[in-house]
């Protein structure tokens, strides 16, 4: 296993566009979450998978965001109709109970809106 | 109020010597803490988990949480240049903005 992936690691797009990000956990993980970080700002968290079900969505998520793990493996990120302060780096990461293990992170997907 | 809050930085020690890490966290239901060291341009990378009052240690780095203060820390002893990194604390889902480190040699 070769940890959390994540593809592609760089997205530029011209606004308006739509964008979809994938994101493949540690395979013996069942809870997968999505962040967004922008420069000198911790990780804002996006919304929350165990298996299948979506179980937490930030209300800063407005609904051109939308996530989706349809088989309770990988996850994808979609956004619709970009704009410039969507530019961030958008982080996934994985963990398994007990939550005391905390995240392993992916190495991130750079959204640039231009 | 942010769920997390940390001191931003940056924070300066020389080769050698103890850096110290603070946050605090509003939620009084929050169990689990954790330490992340992100260097620059890469992702966060667990470093400590903590869940009890009192100390964890684990080689050169000591967690420190208090509930009743809502306060959680990370020691780094005998710091090295390459401990240089954004630490970030974390408590439920939130992150604090991170603490920038540098070790000078």
Redesign the interface.
């Given at each position: 296993d070769t940890g959390v992936s994540q593809n592609p690691r760089h997205k530029i797009t011209k606004r308006g566009q739509n964008v979809t990000f994938r994101c493949d956990p540690i395979s013996e993980h069942n809870r997968l979450?999505w962040?967004r970080q922008t420069l000198?700002?911790?990780?804002?968290?996006l919304t929350?998978f165990q298996n299948e079900a979506q179980l937490?969505k930030s209300r800063l998520l407005s609904d051109r965001f939308s996530a989706e793990r349809p088989k309770g493996s990988f996850s994808t990120l979609e956004i619709q109709r970009t704009e410039q302060g969507d530019s961030a780096m958008y982080?996934c990461a994985s963990s398994t109970p007990p939550?005391?293990?905390?995240?392993?992170?992916?190495?991130?997907t750079r959204l640039t809106v231009v | 109020q942010k769920e997390v809050e940390q001191n931003s930085g940056p924070l300066s020690v020389p080769e050698g010597a103890i850096a110290s890490l603070n946050c605090t966290y509003s939620d009084r239901g929050s169990q689990s803490f954790f330490w992340y060291r992100q260097y620059s341009g890469k992702s966060p990378e667990l470093i400590m988990s903590i869940y009890s009052n009192g100390d964890k240690e684990d080689g050169r780095f000591t967690a420190q949480l208090n509930k009743a203060s809502q306060y959680v820390s990370l020691l780094i002893r005998d710091s090295q240049p390459s401990d240089s990194a954004t630490y970030l604390c974390a408590a439920q889902r939130g992150f604090g903005a991170g603490t920038r480190l540098t070790v000078k040699p």
């Open positions: 979450y962040y000198g700002q911790g990780p804002e968290f929350y937490e982080l939550r005391i293990y905390g995240y392993t992170f992916g190495s991130g | -």
